[in-house]
């Protein structure tokens, strides 16, 4: 087994996130590289320090363009706002380092576009942290939808709602800036596009409103002066996919109550599937044209038998949770760089999600129908 150096920039939610997940991986997964946590940079000195001592890198800095240069570290792991992600990315890739960016994974299309092309020109392997779709459930809903076991798939109804944006005096923050990819259908709207892509396939379409529902945040903490909102707390799409058939995304941080309603019913004319983030053990199916009498949504229920939930844990029933998903896209992410599959999703497919994005809000916007070009 070769050690691989990992920096991490970010020390927030997502920064410990990663950080678990490369310190898990190897101990979980049987690839052939270590990872080594080198380096993790904050702005914040003291939370750098205390990420150090934490999650056991060996140095913390300030300065991310210090990680960037490291040549112990071939994995850059970037956990920061939305709005830093582009030069952070492109900066990594010209030193020629693997990167595994946060999602979503630009403010627009547009930087999108060039972190992918930067990325492909480099031939660089890169991640996007997409975690939910790596649910081992959720590649077999995707398996049974390709295999047409579903039969034609006729409807998608997806969801991402949460409700910790309800609160009108929780503070401005970077998730509410328009020009840094804030909002709810970018923030979790990209977790729920992307998800309907990987089950359902591309979007060609798409018609949405997006709503403020709460019109204006205290700048800061505490603070008594306030600052109107320009970006959207619910988003809600209708959208054509290309194999067909028409379904709804909802995009909602305001939703009260609901803490991680990540989920979709799928109708086909052989079946139905039925899933929440809530309960990410669980799968319901419905398999058309059995005995009316005890027809009905079976639990399927998460075990060894879905890969890679075996690796985790030999028993069924023991349940995986957050972190165990992040685990698996570390694990996907360093089997790429080992020369594997590349299960992505990547720097393009993020790019393809981006534009569902940037097509809802333009489809808002002008109160029409918008292709996802
Ligand atoms: N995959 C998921 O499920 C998921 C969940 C939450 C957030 N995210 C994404 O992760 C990213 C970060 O979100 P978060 O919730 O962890 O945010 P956060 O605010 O908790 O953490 C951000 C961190 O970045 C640091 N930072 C800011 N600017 C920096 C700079 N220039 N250099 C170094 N460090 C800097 C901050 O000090 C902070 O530690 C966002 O892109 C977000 O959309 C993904």
Same mark, same amino acid.
């Given at each position: 087994?070769?050690?691989?150096?990992?920096?991490?920039?970010?020390?927030?939610?997502?920064?410990?996130?990663?950080?678990?997940?490369?310190?898990?991986?190897?101990?979980?997964?049987?690839?052939?590289?270590?990872?080594?946590?080198? *380096?993790?940079?904050?702005?914040?000195?003291?939370? $750098?320090?205390?990420?150090?001592?934490?999650?056991?890198?060996?140095?913390?800095?300030?300065?991310?363009?210090?990680?960037?240069?490291?040549?112990?570290?071939?994995?850059?792991?970037?956990?920061?706002?939305?709005?830093?992600?582009?030069?952070?990315?492109?900066?990594? !890739?010209?030193?020629?380092?693997?990167? /595994?960016?946060?999602?979503?994974?630009?403010?627009?299309?547009?930087?999108?576009?060039?972190?992918?092309?930067?990325?492909?020109?480099?031939?660089?392997?890169?991640?996007?942290?997409?975690?939910?779709?790596?649910?081992?459930?959720?590649?077999?809903?995707?398996?049974?939808?390709?295999?047409?076991?579903?039969?034609?798939?006729?409807?998608?109804?997806?969801? /991402?709602?949460?409700?910790?944006?309800?609160?009108?005096?929780?503070?401005?923050?970077?998730?509410?800036?328009?020009?840094?990819?804030?909002?709810?259908?970018?923030?979790?709207?990209? /977790? !729920?596009?992307?998800?309907?892509?990987?089950?359902?396939?591309?979007? *060609?379409?798409?018609?949405?409103?997006?709503? *403020?529902?709460?019109?204006?945040?205290?700048?800061?903490?505490? $603070?008594?002066?306030?600052?109107?909102?320009?970006?959207?707390?619910?988003?809600?799409?209708?959208?054509?996919?290309?194999?067909?058939?028409?379904?709804?995304?909802?995009?909602?941080?305001?939703?009260?109550?609901?803490?991680?309603?990540?989920?979709?019913?799928?109708?086909?004319?052989?079946?139905?599937?039925?899933? *929440?983030?809530?309960?990410?053990?669980?799968?319901?199916?419905?398999?058309?044209?059995?005995?009316?009498?005890?027809?009905?949504?079976?639990?399927?229920?998460?075990?060894?038998?879905?890969?890679?939930?075996?690796?985790?844990?030999?028993?069924?029933? /023991?349940?995986?949770?957050?972190?165990?998903?992040?685990?698996?896209?570390?694990?996907?992410?360093?089997?790429? !760089?080992?020369?594997?599959?590349?299960?992505?999703?990547?720097?393009?497919?993020?790019?393809?999600?981006?534009?569902?994005?940037?097509?809802?809000?333009?489809?808002?916007?002008?109160?029409?129908?918008?292709?996802?070009?």
């Amino acid at each position: 087994m070769g050690d691989i150096g990992v920096g991490v920039i970010g020390t927030g939610f997502m920064g410990k996130a990663h950080a678990m997940a490369y310190r898990a991986a190897a101990g979980i997964f049987p690839g052939n590289l270590k990872p080594v946590l080198q *380096t993790v940079a904050d702005v914040d000195e003291a939370a $750098a320090d205390a990420a150090a001592r934490q999650y056991g890198f060996r140095r913390a800095v300030t300065d991310w363009r210090a990680l960037v240069a490291d040549p112990a570290i071939a994995i850059v792991a970037i956990t920061t706002p939305n709005m830093f992600h582009r030069e952070m990315a492109l900066a990594a !890739i010209a030193a020629g380092k693997h990167v /595994h960016c946060e999602k979503p994974l630009a403010p627009s299309v547009a930087e999108a576009h060039e972190m992918m092309e930067a990325a492909e020109a480099a031939n660089v392997v890169t991640q996007v942290g997409y975690n939910y779709i790596k649910n081992p459930l959720l590649s077999l809903a995707r398996e049974m939808i390709a295999s047409g076991e579903l039969g034609e798939i006729t409807s998608f109804r997806g969801i /991402h709602a949460e409700d910790f944006m309800c609160d009108p005096e929780v503070p401005y923050s970077w998730r509410l800036d328009p020009q840094g990819g804030g909002g709810a259908i970018a923030d979790i709207g990209s /977790h !729920i596009i992307g998800l309907a892509r990987f089950l359902i396939g591309p979007i *060609t379409e798409v018609n949405a409103d997006l709503a *403020t529902v709460v019109k204006s945040r205290p700048v800061g903490p505490g $603070a008594a002066e306030r600052r109107l909102i320009e970006v959207d707390d619910i988003a809600r799409l209708t959208v054509r996919f290309a194999r067909g058939c028409g379904g709804t995304i909802e995009a909602n941080w305001a939703a009260t109550g609901r803490k991680m309603q990540l989920g979709f019913e799928i109708s086909g004319t052989k079946g139905g599937l039925v899933f *929440t983030q809530e309960r990410l053990n669980e799968l319901s199916y419905y398999k058309a044209g059995e005995d009316p009498r005890e027809n009905g949504f079976r639990r399927i229920e998460a075990g060894p038998q879905h890969p890679p939930y075996r690796n985790f844990c030999v028993a069924p029933g /023991h349940q995986l949770g957050f972190n165990d998903l992040k685990t698996i896209e570390v694990a996907d992410f360093l089997s790429a !760089i080992e020369g594997g599959v590349r299960r992505g999703p990547d720097f393009r497919e993020a790019w393809e999600i981006q534009k569902v994005v940037d097509s809802a809000i333009a489809s808002s916007k002008s109160r029409a129908w918008k292709e996802v070009a």
